[in-house]
């Protein structure tokens, strides 16, 4: 039998969802019963492994898993010797302080002494070893928001999405320590040729789809003497390509413009003169 590259993802929950998501749009084709735990994509070597997020380093520490996606952080807090692959960019949260209304809050230098609940020990004992800060970890899995009410901590440190949580539990965010997005980890040597190679294959469509999310398709009719203008504004993946117009004086322009500079671009192109701009995504993109 071929080899194939086995890649552990988490079972549930919106990691997991945003995972299964950019390998279909790879074009790999894959049945995702929440009820499987393994299974095999039916038109590209990978077979998949639905386990708990924080089991995903050690499988792969330990052969079971080729690679995996998980969030930084618990690639960090882990700290296995892996390497990140991809920093796939989906999934942001942040690792926060957070405190009872009534705690006299300055900086972190104010959780000298304190009693910390966190589900990230290593990760919060380095950011606070780097500011001098000495504190007691109390090191929980869940409900982490709780342990303040009931007296088992002073302040706790947390992932945080939108606060919504802490606030139902009387808790204000008062400092983000730590940034994290879904990465793909590895280990540093395969030792393995062929899953090298199906891995770069995996790698080529992961990026044409993170490029393409990247970009707009823009097309848009424009007189004629504002090309050269044009074109030093929206650039291209080498140049805008310029059809003529029946109509004397005007040709219709292509090109691709990146997301964070869009409405930019689109404000300059009607300045100009610009007419029937269309936008659309791209579904894949390379160079």
């Not at 084709?29 to 299974?39: H, N, P, T």
Request: charged share 25%; glycine share 8%; proline share 3%.
């Amino acid at each position: 039998m071929a080899d194939v590259l086995r890649i552990a993802i988490q079972k549930s929950g919106r990691l997991s969802e945003k995972s299964l998501e950019i390998i279909k749009n790879c074009g790999i084709k894959f049945g995702s019963d929440a009820r499987v735990l393994k299974e095999m994509a039916s038109n590209f070597p990978l077979e998949f492994l639905y386990v708990r997020d924080d089991d995903i380093p050690t499988y792969i520490r330990d052969g079971v898993a080729d690679i995996g996606i998980v969030g930084r952080n618990e690639y960090d807090e882990q700290a296995i010797d892996l390497e990140v692959i991809r920093d796939l960019g989906f999934a942001k949260c942040r690792l926060s302080v957070a405190v009872p209304h009534g705690f006299p809050y300055t900086g972190l230098e104010s959780l000298q002494g304190k009693r910390i609940a966190t589900s990230y020990p290593n990760i919060l004992g380095k950011v606070l070893s780097e500011r001098g800060v000495t504190a007691s970890f109390i090191q929980v899995s869940g409900s982490v928001e709780v342990t303040p009410a009931v007296g088992i901590a002073d302040a706790i440190c947390d992932l945080v999405s939108t606060g919504a949580t802490l606030a139902m539990n009387d808790l204000k965010e008062v400092e983000a320590v730590y940034t994290s997005t879904a990465v793909m980890i590895g280990r540093k040597e395969m030792g393995n040729g062929e899953k090298e190679t199906i891995l770069k294959r995996l790698l080529l469509r992961i990026d044409a789809v993170m490029k393409a999310a990247s970009y707009k398709y823009v097309l848009f009719n424009l007189p004629e003497e504002h090309l050269a203008q044009v074109a030093d504004i929206v650039g291209g993946m080498k140049s805008p390509t310029v059809t003529r117009l029946m109509e004397t004086g005007w040709v219709s322009v292509q090109t691709v413009v990146a997301e964070d500079t869009f409405w930019d671009v689109f404000e300059q192109l009607k300045a100009l003169g610009a007419q029937g701009i269309l936008v659309t995504p791209i579904e894949k993109m390379t160079e």
